[in-house]
């Protein structure tokens, strides 16, 4: 099945920073979703890119998906200690398949 | 609406023992599918099923591991004869339909400790 992987595996951040996380897959890919993680929780599904090059936001967060579909990104801007948990993106097939996630620590 | 229910939430079970983990799926929603995550780690698919079918069970272990989605009643998640590194938090979710166009809604997850 298609993979993805995630970088960074993890980042720390004062808080007010902006952040990035970047998926990558090494073949195209119909739609990509991204699911945050806080500590302890469940993945909650925040948003599914379809269309080339297209950009979604979401109060202090853009979501891009590239212009090939072959990668994303998710960048929060002045983060918030809210922010905190790890973020994972995947091919929205059926089933899922994640990449390991980008591990958020914002120090306040 | 209920979200996805997951029950237990904690498990504790002795090397040997067996799991049972049961998950809700949300109400209209027809497809369940298992994630295993090991502490520190990312999301591992484990299983799909629909209503009384397995669709796919490739990233299930060969032994000890079953699942299954009743035409009444949730789907369960059995793991016999648990050994320590089956430790881990298992997570359930659901989706009205397959294919790439649907979220999935995670339920709580349960934690399976064994020791």
């Known amino acids: 099945g298609q993979q993805v992987m995630q970088i960074p595996q993890y980042q720390h951040v004062q808080e007010g920073e902006d952040f990035t996380t970047y998926c990558n897959s090494s073949t195209t890919l119909s739609n990509i979703q991204w699911y945050k993680q806080r500590p302890g929780g469940h993945p909650v599904f925040l948003i599914q890119l379809v269309k080339s090059g297209e950009v979604k936001k979401q109060k202090r967060l853009t979501f891009q998906f590239g212009e090939a579909k072959k990668n994303s990104s998710l960048h929060i801007t002045a983060t918030q200690t809210t922010d905190v948990g790890t973020y994972f993106c995947g091919p929205g097939n059926t089933p899922l398949v994640f990449g390991k996630g980008t591990r958020l620590s914002v120090i306040a | 609406n209920a979200g996805v229910m997951q029950n237990p939430r904690h498990l504790v079970r002795r090397r040997g023992q067996e799991a049972r983990l049961r998950c809700s799926p949300m109400?209209?929603?027809?497809?369940v599918y298992w994630y295993r995550q090991l502490p520190e780690e990312g999301l591992k698919f484990m299983v799909y099923?629909?209503?009384?079918?397995?669709?796919?069970e490739s990233g299930m272990p060969k032994e000890r591991f079953s699942a299954e989605f009743p035409k009444e009643g949730p789907s369960i998640l059995r793991i016999q004869q648990v050994v320590r590194g089956d430790s881990a938090a298992y997570f359930c979710?659901?989706?009205?339909?397959?294919?790439?166009?649907?979220?999935?809604?995670f339920g709580p997850g349960t934690r399976l400790t064994v020791l």
């Open positions: 979710a659901s989706s009205p339909r397959a294919g790439s166009n649907y979220e999935q809604f």
């Open positions: 109400k209209g929603h027809s497809h």
């Open positions: 099923l629909q209503k009384e079918n397995i669709i796919d």
